[in-house]
């Protein structure tokens, strides 16, 4: 017998932001599995009839893992991860870890979508992801800071609006200074930029700022940082993209 994973994108936060989709791919499920942050993010939809499995951050491998074979011994299992499950989420590592199995125990999967940091940011904004934008973590966890900057330094360079994931932890203190510094050398000073953070939760905040003046302390674990590129403007407190490359807004 197999049963069914679904990995679950619950959104920013609040509920309002999450898709009926994902409420019931997470209140049908038997099992949910995720950081103990996305469960207690996702209680109002769980009970006493489902097994809940919080996990640490760190361990997502293991997540994953337990996540397949719990579907493949016959389950309907909900993987929960904030925002979109395919951004910077648990999606593609689930995804490989089933392809890994033997086709005759390989559960059904599907991904199911939710709003990603940069699109609620872009809201609280303006519209600053009117025309072409990147993501790009600062992360560098799992990648060598070189190939970061390499990534950094190819989309500053193509003139992309950038949504900055992952700009500063307790461990990671220095990367998004020097992501500012970098940017400068491409962009003007007054390139407008906003930072984000806990969009749709509690304690959600919104800064303008600009390029020369972003202050990465400023920046925490839970911030998305917006930079603009030269279609970019400040309409009062709206950040906005010119929809078209060469006219005005
Ligand atoms: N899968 C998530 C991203 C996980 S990476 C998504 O699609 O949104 C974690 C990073 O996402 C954080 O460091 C922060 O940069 C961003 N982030 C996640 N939730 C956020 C929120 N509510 N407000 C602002 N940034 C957020």
Redesign the pocket.
Known sequence: MTGALSIV?LG??GHAHRTQAAQDAVRDAQIVLGYHGYLAACADLTGPHQSLMPSEIGAEQQRAEDAVRAAADGARVALV?????????MASLALSTAAALPPARRPSVRVVP?????V??GALLGAPLARDFACL?L?DLLAPWDAVEARLRAVAAADLVLA??????RGRPWQLRRTRDVLAEYRPDDTPVGL??????DG?QVELTTLAALDPDRA??????IVGAAGTSRLGDWLVTARSLSAPL
């Open positions: 994108g920013p936060g991860s904030s925002g979109d499950a395919g951004i910077y989420g939710g709003i990603t940091a940069a609620a940011a973590t992360s900055l994931y992952n700009p500063r932890s984000v953070t806990d969009a749709g939760r959600e925490g674990m839970h911030t998305v940082v």
